[in-house]
């Protein structure tokens, strides 16, 4: 079962996201970060920010993958993900451009772009530890529901549910781009490790069915019950429909009392 930790809110969520990467960090300086956009992973990104100018840790040599990117906007649009994991995670974290990579979406041969952006993971030597956000309709990565469980990094349509919920980034949905290149749900599981986060009432029925239903291609974020590495941090909100909710409460609270250090 993946680690389920309900916080107070997003910030306790990202102290405690941006703390698992640090161990990350500390133990592999070239480490490979998995890197979600949207904006759940954004007060992870401004508390890792935060520990690594207060701690000074070196973060040169450390890569990353984008998890997708949208197909047929330019990488100088404001809402490529290749602009927008600029200005959120390479310039406050302070990594080097050059080794954060985001799914060509644009331009000739744009079809091989999964296919080249799989072999690059692999050649890195895999994704230590990736960050996750969840759909309202339980996608992770830009893989829809009915994604193939096994699937590797290619291009995709996007549903009408991901359109309209990503409309408040273009304006309208009808100036969403209708697809993307992203990492496929077998890319995801062979991270190493996993910290999938989600925050408010519209995440409500999508967490829980990742989290309490079966494994289904239907649920994509149900992956995470098949990985033996996967922190899942949630906000009251977010938790509101789990099953288990308590149980996962005091499961916390009871390591915390141990006083193991
Ligand atoms: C982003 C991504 C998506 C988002 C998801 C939630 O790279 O792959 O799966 O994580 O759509 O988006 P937000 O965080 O904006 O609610």
Not at 29 to 38: I, Q, R, S
Not at 60 to 82: K, T
Not at 179 to 194: D, K, P, S
Request: glycine share 12%.
């Amino acid at each position: 079962m993946a680690e389920v930790i309900i916080v107070r809110d997003q910030e306790e969520a990202g102290s405690i996201a941006a703390s698992l990467v640090v161990e990350q960090l500390q133990r592999k300086p070239d480490t490979v970060l998995g890197l979600a956009t949207g904006s759940t992973p954004l007060s992870t990104y401004a508390a890792l920010a935060a520990t690594i100018r207060d701690m000074g840790l070196d973060v040169s040599q450390v890569r990353g993958f984008a998890l997708d990117e949208y197909l047929g906007v330019p990488p100088e649009h404001p809402q490529s993900y290749r602009s927008v994991i600029t200005s959120e995670v390479v310039v406050p974290l302070g990594l080097t451009p050059s080794l954060i990579h985001t799914p060509r979406g644009f331009g000739t041969g744009v079809q091989a772009s999964g296919d080249e952006y799989e072999s690059a993971i692999l050649a890195a030597g895999g994704i230590d530890i990736q960050i996750l956000g969840i759909g309202t309709n339980g996608h992770v990565g830009f893989n829809e529901p009915g994604s193939s469980l096994a699937s590797t990094t290619r291009i995709k349509a996007l549903a009408a549910q991901t359109r309209a919920d990503n409309a408040r980034f273009f304006g309208s949905p009808g100036d969403v781009p209708t697809h993307c290149v992203t990492q496929g749900l077998g890319t995801i599981q062979r991270a190493r490790q996993l910290v999938l986060l989600a925050f408010g009432p519209a995440k409500a029925s999508a967490v829980a069915a990742a989290l309490d239903g079966p494994v289904s291609a239907s649920v994509p974020g149900s992956i995470v019950q098949l990985h033996p590495r996967a922190t899942v941090i949630v906000d009251e909100e977010a938790a509101a429909l789990l099953q288990h909710a308590d149980y996962h409460r005091m499961a916390r609270a009871g390591v915390a009392g141990l006083g193991l250090g």
